[in-house]
């Protein structure tokens, strides 16, 4: 069974860092894109970065420049490394698998709570 687990959420001031992981067990690692999303109180839940299996990546727009997601694969972790934090940027994040060969499943975190407040 494929479980992923999340850490590093939090309360920091605004202009401050996080690091958010995301630790894959219960299968191959390599054959996900990873991804990080986010939902705010009365939003909807939003595509935040992806990262591929081969490193392609993307982003949503507000984080561009702020946010860099990554992978590790000797540790079977994704990470969200999010610098220069905002208000806006508050939510709980979730981190998502997708397998990249069929059948495509996905599978989520519990989600992890991020706050940006002063």
């Known amino acids: 069974q494929v479980q992923l687990v999340e850490s590093g959420g939090g309360l920091v001031q605004p202009g401050g860092s996080l690091r958010l992981s995301c630790a894959v067990s219960?299968?191959?690692?390599?054959?996900?894109?990873m991804a990080w999303y986010r939902q705010a109180p009365g939003k909807q839940r939003e595509l935040v970065a992806l990262?591929?299996?081969?490193?392609?990546?993307n982003y949503t727009d507000s984080v561009k420049g702020r946010f860099a997601i990554s992978r590790n694969s000797a540790k079977n972790t994704a990470y969200l490394q999010m610098d220069n934090l905002k208000p806006e940027d508050s939510a709980v994040y979730y981190c998502?698998?997708?397998?990249?060969?069929?059948?495509?499943?996905?599978?989520w975190g519990q989600g992890t709570q991020v706050t940006v407040s002063s």
């Open positions: 990262i591929t299996s081969g490193g392609n990546l």
């Open positions: 219960g299968s191959i690692f390599s054959i996900y894109t």
């Open positions: 998502n698998a997708q397998k990249e060969i069929t059948p495509r499943d996905d599978y």
